[in-house]
């Protein structure tokens, strides 16, 4: 198809992030011309790998690809023939507690069973029954986020196909409960109630805010898509969505943050970088850009002041967490169950690895959040992916990622992350080391992603990496906003994607796809 004549393309997307690109991929592939202008000097957003350590390869971003395989993007797209080769992961996450003990979830939910009744009998059966009756809903689940956010989708995929009768009312009462009161309903030791809570916190909302509970009942997700890694780094996903597009006549201009999109008789048309760049697009632009980062590239756009509102009042929150990312001489040789004696990777280095005894601990770390300091007992998560894919550091050395919850972006005594970022994060890595005592001594170099280092550098206001709360007055149809949930922005001709929209974060490429099918649709549309 020709690209509409005077036009630099057919659709321009400003922010090259993975949801973006995986939108990119889709409109390439059926034939439209499309460029796509990044900040950064590189594609990817926050699913970046660098080089930030010589010879040790850490992600910027999000690292553990589990979403994304519950959807068609790879295989739609032939990722795999553009570079991206994925590992499967498994065990998915190893949880060892202060008393020595610990349990592993595996893929295989009867494996997982064996290592729960280790601790608890009774669980591990309440664990079965759990997976069981949640799986339904779970797959709902994953297939509402892979479809605009109507409420007709919502109710066959949430209500109609999950329950029938009255058994259908019975989990909306649960549903309406904080994934904390259902995981305490559902079992009796509290390592197994943390290790689900942990996960589910990983959206963000603490186990006692109302309406949470879907974090935890889409766990038995986890048996089905596990988890993966690209080859190389958690960024090689992105790259391998670069070429693609680019295979496919696509051009890429990183290094050009977008100032403004460009408008004529209230339609998107276009964009303008710092630089002074002007691209034009005749058919459609998009924004992967976060939601209040593409309301101020509009305000030279004829925006309805109540459309302004709802954009600029979205909830961004007060931070979320950071990550520590170390160069290492060794693994973690945990005190619950130690490394091989020859010093190779053991099947708790494959998972991630979880800091959560339990779940008041969790609530404890979101108070001192709550009060505007960082947790001072964090909830982590450990990763040591080099265990899986020696690529990331030199042989015989590891990387070692350390994620914890929570910590706000403004703080409550007034001090800069610039100041505190080191001091925070030696305590996380002590905390890491009550579990582990060698890693204090492993550690040879390593990287402080505070919240304001989050927002300077991968674009992620106010370090939430969710870009937007993830509350349920900001999901589904909610997300970004009120009358902004199909995917389409406030002016004619402009669309919007990636984690303020429709499901949210993580790594999933739903949205992208989700907004590719929502344009492809209109362009269709028109031709007839």
Request: with cysteine; net charge neutral; proline share 7%.
């Amino acid at each position: 198809m020709a690209t509409p004549s005077n036009s630099d393309c057919d659709v321009l997307i400003v922010g090259a992030g993975h949801n973006a690109l995986v939108c990119g991929g889709y409109l390439a592939q059926a034939g439209y011309k499309v460029i796509i202008v990044e900040r950064r000097h590189t594609v990817g957003g926050a699913v970046v790998t660098e080089e930030i350590i010589p010879g040790y390869k850490f992600d910027l971003g999000g690292s553990a690809h589990i979403l994304i395989n519950q959807t068609p993007v790879v295989q739609d797209l032939k990722l795999a023939a553009y570079g991206l080769d994925y590992i499967d992961i498994d065990p998915l996450f190893f949880c060892p507690f202060p008393d020595g003990s610990h349990f592993t979830i595996w893929k295989d939910l009867d494996r997982t069973c064996e290592s729960i009744a280790q601790i608890s009998p009774q669980d591990a059966e309440n664990y079965r029954a759990f997976v069981a009756r949640w799986e339904p809903l779970a797959r709902g689940m994953v297939a509402s986020f892979q479809e605009p956010p109507t409420a007709g989708n919502l109710y066959r995929n949430l209500v109609r196909n999950t329950a029938k009768g009255d058994e259908r009312w019975e989990r909306l009462s649960d549903i309406l409960h904080g994934y904390g009161q259902v995981l305490t309903q559902s079992f009796v030791d509290p390592r197994v109630r943390a290790a689900i809570a942990w996960m589910a916190a990983q959206s963000g909302p603490p186990p006692s805010e109302p309406l949470s509970s879907p974090f935890a009942l889409w766990h038995p997700m986890y048996h089905q898509s596990g988890m993966r890694r690209p080859r190389g780094g958690s960024g090689m996903l992105t790259q391998a969505l670069a070429r693609m597009i680019q295979a496919h006549g696509g051009q890429i201009i990183a290094g050009a943050p977008v100032k403004r999109i460009l408008t004529r008789n209230g339609k998107a048309i276009g964009a303008e970088t710092e630089g002074g760049i002007r691209i034009t697009a005749g058919r459609a632009v998009v924004s992967g850009a976060h939601i209040q980062t593409t309301l101020r590239m509009l305000e030279d756009a004829p925006v309805a002041p109540s459309t302004q509102r709802l954009m600029a009042n979205t909830r961004v929150g007060n931070g979320f967490g950071m990550i520590v990312r170390c160069a290492m001489d060794a693994l973690p040789n945990y005190t619950a169950l130690p490394s091989p004696a020859d010093g190779t990777p053991g099947y708790q280095h494959r998972a991630m690895q979880f800091i959560c005894p339990d779940m008041h601990y969790l609530e404890r770390a979101y108070g001192d959040y709550l009060g505007g300091q960082p947790s001072r007992d964090p909830a982590l998560i450990a990763m040591t992916f080099s265990a899986v894919d020696p690529s990331l550091a030199p042989a015989g050395k590891h990387t070692l990622f350390v994620w914890m919850q929570y910590a706000p972006y403004a703080l409550a005594n007034g001090q800069s992350w610039d100041e505190i970022g080191d001091e925070v994060a030696n305590g996380i890595l002590a905390k890491l080391g009550e579990y582990a005592p060698n890693v204090k001594g492993a550690i040879l170099g390593r990287l402080v992603e505070h919240p304001l280092y989050l927002e300077r550098e991968l674009g992620l206001l106010r370090g939430n990496v969710m870009h937007l709360e993830m509350s349920i007055d900001q999901m589904f149809m909610m997300r970004p906003a009120l009358t902004l949930g199909n995917y389409k922005g406030p002016i004619k001709g402009l669309y919007l994607t990636g984690a303020s929209t429709h499901p949210g974060g993580g790594i999933m490429g739903a949205a992208g796809r989700n907004t590719a099918l929502t344009l492809l649709n209109d362009l269709q549309k028109k031709r007839v």
